[in-house]
Structures are given as structure tokens and as C-alpha cells.
């Protein structure tokens, strides 16, 4: 009788060879998400100045 560890282990590695992803594909997709949080930090670039400053003291 297998141990349950070895036979999770065993779900794991056939799992894991199903859901394989191109490297091409994955680096696709993290540079997309990195344009995209450049662009909205980009959108709230001057939002400090669109208002006059008061004096906090």
C-alpha cells in the first residue's frame, strides 16, 4: 500500500505535465500586465497638482 504523500505526489507530477504552459506565452503575459500597471500609474501621474495646496498647520 503507497503512503498517501507518494501518491499525491504521483497527482501532482501528472497534473502538472497536463497543464504546461509556453514560456513564450507566459513572458507574453507578464509583460502585458506590467504595461498595464505602467499605464494606470501613468494616468495618475499629476493628480496631486490638479488641486491648490492648503496649508495643513
Not at 26 to 47: D, E, I, K, P, Q
Amino acid at each position: 500500500m503507497k503512503s498517501s504523500l507518494v501518491t499525491f505526489a504521483a497527482e501532482a507530477e501528472a497534473t502538472a505535465e497536463a497543464a504546461t504552459v509556453n514560456p513564450y506565452v507566459l513572458g507574453l503575459v507578464t509583460f502585458s500586465a506590467f504595461v498595464l500597471l505602467l499605464l494606470l500609474t501613468y494616468a495618475f501621474r499629476n493628480v496631486s497638482h490638479r488641486h491648490s495646496s492648503r496649508d495643513q498647520h
